[in-house]
């Protein structure tokens, strides 16, 4: 039962242009969500998290949307450069004793191209 | 100001052996956790710990897993008897605090293969 879902295991996308990654989730305790960023051979590096009582939160090039209704939230990345070639983790998390804990999408693989 | 320092990087083990993993938490961190990412799939949660108590170890399996966190030294994690289906990259992360505006940061992981 996967409870953070991303539907798309890759992206391609042309330098300069937008990326946008989506994620969907089920459960409806989850409150607090976050990207994270993986180059192959290294660990998860944190990039930005919204709280579900926020609708938008941005830092820089990277801007996190979360709609609660529809139980989706996607990351946009404009403008795209090589370098955010990765893959990119949404996680998500519950308040309460478990709040440490993150449940992990599968990810989506992001290729910029120049 | 190191980060996070998990070794070895990569760890084969034959069937039955014991693997240890070890996870230096980032300076000023006591909280720490590990997460296993088998093939193709995300990081799942395994447990968390503070120094000499284990707070959550509701992600690691019941038997052959075990962790530590001593007051001096790193975190370990043990897997007894390593089975084919243990092969995965285990991360291991720390933060300050247990609050959500302090997101986990995460070591590089050790790969795990078994023979």
């Known amino acids: 039962d996967q409870q953070v879902k991303q539907n798309s295991p890759s992206l391609s996308v042309q330098e300069g242009r937008i990326s946008i990654l989506n994620c969907d989730y089920t459960?409806?305790?989850?409150?607090?969500f976050l990207w994270y960023k993986k180059y192959p051979a290294e660990g998860p590096t944190f990039l930005i998290s919204i709280s579900s009582i926020k609708d938008k939160n941005e830092d820089g090039r990277f801007t996190v949307f979360l709609n609660k209704s529809a139980k989706h939230l996607s990351l946009h990345i404009v403008p795209s450069q090589p370098g955010d070639s990765a893959v990119y983790f949404c996680?998500?998390?519950?308040?309460?004793?478990?709040?440490?804990?993150?449940?992990f999408g599968k990810g989506t693989k992001l290729s910029v191209i120049p | 100001n190191a980060g996070v320092m998990q070794n070895p990087r990569h760890l084969v083990r034959r069937r039955g052996q014991e693997a240890r993993l070890r996870c230096s938490p980032m300076?000023?961190?006591?909280?720490v956790y590990w997460y296993r990412q088998l093939p193709e799939e995300g990081l799942k949660f395994m447990v968390y710990l503070q120094k000499e108590n284990i707070i959550d170890e509701s992600g690691m399996p019941k038997e052959r897993f075990s962790a530590e966190f001593p007051k001096e030294g790193p975190s370990i994690l043990r897997i007894q008897q390593v089975v084919r289906g243990d092969s995965a990259a285990y991360f291991c992360?720390?933060?300050?605090?247990?609050?959500?505006?302090?997101?986990?940061?995460f070591g590089n992981g050790t790969r795990l293969t078994v023979t």
């Open positions: 300076k000023g961190h006591s909280h």
């Open positions: 992360a720390s933060s300050p605090d247990r609050e959500l505006n302090s997101p986990l940061h």
């Open positions: 459960n409806s305790m989850f409150d607090y």
């Open positions: 996680a998500a998390s519950a308040r309460g004793a478990g709040s440490y804990q993150l449940t």
